[in-house]
């Protein structure tokens, strides 16, 4: 799993190839809450690579779907095969750029936006996403929250099991990304 995190960060670096300031790691954590009339749901992926060019603003988060854990294991089976299909689309992807003109390698809290495009389940759309970003000049603390329409990512919801899942979950992400 490491490896896979590893061949990320290059593989991102590379896209982002006139970097000269970078943050990164692939210990970002991501969770999603859906509040459903009959049951709530909620999974962390603790695995989450993200990489931020700080002297243009883009950013890449990257992660597998497979590495979502339910307190359920039969949620989290059903999660990977019948909802998201982890085998078929086994990641989800964010590419865009913070909105703000911020110099996020000074020290300070940045209210910021990040806006480009979110791929889940193979469908890709525009997204922007509200959050925090805490810098110490060494490293960044990103914080955010947005939802996601399940129907927005053709993830489809069986009529057998309509009230036990949200149609809007609640996805949020807190991230220590260090300088390289």
């Known amino acids: 799993m490491k490896k896979i995190n590893l061949i990320l960060i290059l ?3 590379s896209s982002l190839a006139t970097a ?3 943050y990164s ?7 999603f809450f859906s509040d459903a009339p009959l049951e709530d749901i909620e999974a962390i992926n603790k695995v989450s690579a993200a990489i931020i060019n700080a002297d243009n603003n883009e950013l890449a988060v990257q992660m597998r779907i497979i590495d979502f854990e339910f307190p359920n294991k039969l949620m989290q089976e059903h999660f990977n095969e019948n909802y998201l299909e982890s ?3 086994p990641n989800a992807v964010f590419k865009g750029k913070i909105k703000e003109s911020i110099d996020i390698k000074t020290a300070g809290t940045y209210p910021a936006t990040a806006v480009g495009t979110m791929t889940i389940h193979g469908v890709t759309n525009s997204v922007s996403i509200p959050g925090t970003i805490v810098s ?3 490293q960044l603390k990103l914080d955010f929250k947005f939802p996601i329409t399940l129907s927005d990512y053709k993830i489809d919801i069986p009529t057998i099991v309509f009230k036990k899942i949200a149609e809007v979950v609640d996805v949020t992400g807190s991230m220590t990304l260090v300088k390289k």
Do not use: A, F, P
């Not at 790691?25 to 969770?31: C, D, F, I, L």
């Open 20 to 22: 000269q300031t970078l």
């Open 11 to 13: 593989c991102l670096i």
């Open 25 to 31: 790691t692939n210990k970002g954590q991501v969770s």
């Open 87 to 89: 085998e078929k689309y």
């Open 136 to 138: 110490d000049g060494n």
